[in-house]
């Protein structure tokens, strides 16, 4: 392999990896597989503990595990990292090692505040943890995008790179950003068009034509079951790919009727919450909503639960039997992110 030609500069390194979810799990893997010295950082008995054991780490309590890491990798829900920092990480980690991060949110918006004395990088992978693992199992990797905030080492490039090396990412595309710039754009995706405005969209459709006669279960297969095969070409070949399988009749509609749907007036009211994103509005008012126990966020959760194309949608996908394994994924949990 090319660590031959070309060692790591982590070749040497302890890395601490805290958190074993979605990216921990996959990051501790990959790591580990190139050669790589890993230890797991988790509350003891906690959700993923065992898991981390029986697939051979050695796991220890956070602060244990940062004591003595060249780099530690911050990889548990993001809002519990600023306790983790002040408790676990700034009491331990030594002089000159780097702390990683896979989302730049609590450095972006002064939520954690580093020691000046460590390197700060961040290291993204463009999809979840699940492929970041498949695809280095198959030799290739997923794209990562990284960043260095803080440069203490002198070394802090080279280190975030043989970071996106270890877990796969050298082998697909990185790509060169800032905390700033990962912060903001990824938390508009998810709110203005992959979660907010897809489900949005979703729902007004599903609404519009119930409410103007037609049957749910129709409704339902239109506007949300379908909307997997457009994603689906989306995904692998962009808007070219989409128009290419779309019949004349669906393109035509495409061109007419989709500005009238998505007008100015959304563009504007993007344009609206990017604002709230970049003035610090939105972190402020989530920070607030997390620390009062998320009495908002669970009755708008509830309210999504409770709609009617949930209710016919789960009476359909339950006739749809290669819908089972990733219906068979939990729901989101509270601090899931979408990218
Ligand atoms: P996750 O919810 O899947 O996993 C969290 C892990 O942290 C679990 O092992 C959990 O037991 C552990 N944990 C929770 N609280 C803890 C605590 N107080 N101390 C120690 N461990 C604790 O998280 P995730 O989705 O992998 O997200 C991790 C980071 O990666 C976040 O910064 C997120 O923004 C970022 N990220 C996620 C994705 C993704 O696809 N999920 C993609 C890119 C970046
Ligand atoms: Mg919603």
Redesign the pocket.
């Known amino acids: 392999m090319s660590a031959n030609t070309n060692p790591n500069p982590l070749a040497k390194a302890r890395i601490a990896v ?7 799990r996959a990051h501790a893997l990959n790591l580990r597989d190139s050669g790589l010295d890993v230890v797991v ?3 003891p008995n ?3 503990w065992h898991k981390a054991r029986a697939e051979g780490f050695t796991v220890a309590e ?1 602060g244990e595990a940062v004591k003595g890491a060249d780099l530690v990798a911050v ?4 809002m ?1 990292q600023p306790a ?1 920092y002040t408790e676990s990480i700034e009491p331990n980690i030594k002089p000159g090692a780097a702390l990683l ?3 730049g949110f609590n450095v972006h918006f002064g939520q954690i505040v580093p020691r000046k004395d460590i390197d700060v990088i961040l290291v ?2 463009k999809g ?2 699940a492929l970041v693992r498949t695809e280095y199992e198959r030799g290739r990797g997923v794209p990562c995008i990284w960043a260095v905030y803080q440069d203490a080492s002198g070394h802090a490039e080279a280190i975030t790179r043989g970071y996106a090396d270890g877990i796969g990412g050298g082998r697909a595309m990185i790509i060169k950003t800032d905390f700033k710039e990962e912060t903001e754009t990824d938390l508009f995706g998810e709110q203005a068009v992959l979660c907010g405005g897809a489900s949005e969209l979703v729902i007004a459709g599903f609404e519009t034509l119930v409410e103007a006669g037609y049957q749910p279960e129709i409704a339902y297969y239109e506007v949300m079951h379908e909307l997997k095969l457009i994603v689906d070409l989306f995904y692998e070949g962009g808007l070219t790919k989409m128009l290419q399988f779309v019949s004349e009749t669906a393109q035509y509609g495409d061109y007419v009727s989709g500005p009238r749907v998505i007008d100015a007036g959304v563009k504007a009211r993007m344009k609206d919450v990017l604002t709230d994103i970049q003035d610090g509005t939105f972190a402020r008012n989530w920070t607030a909503e997390y620390k009062a126990g998320l009495p908002n966020y669970k009755r708008l959760k509830q309210a999504d639960l409770d709609h009617p194309i949930e209710q016919v949608g789960a009476r359909l996908r339950a006739r749809m039997p290669w819908l089972q394994p990733s219906a068979a994924k939990p729901a989101a ?1 509270p ?3 979408a ?1």
């Open positions: 805290l958190g074993y979810g979605s990216q921990g950082g988790l509350r906690g959700p993923t956070p990889l548990t829900p993001d519990v983790l991060f896979a989302h993204a992978p979840p943890g949990e601090l899931k992110k990218g």
